[in-house]
């Protein structure tokens, strides 16, 4: 089973200036890569497949300012991009009733706030801080802490405002231990999400409601016995207001969403910003 542990990188993280250049020197090999196939697809009608373009681009400068394992993946996501317009465009082909227009072109992130998805093999993991317990992505200096010992990936994804570091993992599913000669049954309701019953000595059938209960639905006697613990103040009622939760906590996620929208003009050389 394969499970996934969370980090996430804000601002304000020393590590976060080393992850943002390292996602877009990635942003700049996807756009450098995509121009390659578009060209070629748009004046000679040819698709350059994946292992085409990661032949092509080896000596490139975008590829070479990532780790190889790294900068494999990000052709192969625009690979997987490419794909899927190419399947679309040929039900387009078939049907152009199922679409509002042509399918397009996969197109550039943006040139100066556009980043891209980092993701590191377990072959582009430092091997001895794992053993600490820390990982360490190649040509990345920064590291992160993990409970985790049977990594197989981890993948920098890009937020606004901020990153998140995903620690894949493999978890060994353990069998609960059952006994073959009990029985139970559940029947999916209506009016109820569902009724349970078994032949287990002990076991008390019941129907589960599912639905959110109202405060009106809450058991009356145990409601009147909290608030018979509540101290009246003297000369008047209390105050029912203000719950201590405030609303006014600041949100870390700011409001500048690089923009992505695909440009298709003839003339579309992704120069790299810098």
């Not at 190419?86 to 199922?98: F, G, H, I, N, V």
């Amino acid at each position: 089973m394969q499970l996934v542990e969370r980090h996430v990188i804000k601002r304000a993280d020393p590590r976060f200036t080393a992850i943002d250049r390292a996602a877009f020197a990635s942003k700049n090999l996807y756009n450098a890569a995509n121009y390659v196939v578009r060209q070629s697809f748009i004046q000679q009608g040819v698709y350059l497949t994946y292992h085409e373009m990661d032949r092509r681009l080896q000596d490139h400068e975008a590829y070479r300012a990532l780790p190889a394992k790294v900068a494999q993946w990000v052709v192969r996501l625009l690979d997987t991009n490419w794909q899927s317009f190419c399947a679309a465009l040929a039900t387009w082909q078939e049907d152009p009733a199922k679409f509002l227009g042509r399918p397009k072109l996969p197109g550039y992130k943006d040139k100066q706030q556009g980043r891209n998805l980092l993701i590191y093999t377990i072959q582009a993991l430092s091997a001895p801080a794992l053993r600490d317990g820390v990982i360490r992505p190649s040509m990345l200096d920064i590291a992160v802490k993990t409970k985790q010992t049977n990594i197989q990936q981890v993948r920098i994804v890009p937020r606004i405002g901020y990153y998140v570091v995903e620690v894949l993992y493999e978890r060994v599913i353990v069998p609960a231990a059952l006994d073959g000669a009990l029985r139970a049954g559940v029947d999916i309701g209506i009016d109820n999400l569902a009724a349970i019953a078994s032949d287990k000595p002990g076991f008390v059938p019941r129907v589960v409601n599912g639905r959110q209960r109202s405060p009106d639905q809450v058991d009356q006697p145990v409601l009147q016995q909290a608030q018979g613990r509540v101290a009246k103040p003297l000369g008047g009622s209390r105050d029912d207001g203000a719950d201590g939760a405030p609303n006014d906590a600041p949100n870390d996620a700011p409001n500048d969403a690089p923009n992505d929208a695909p440009n298709d003009a003839p003339n579309d050389a992704p120069n790299a910003a810098h």
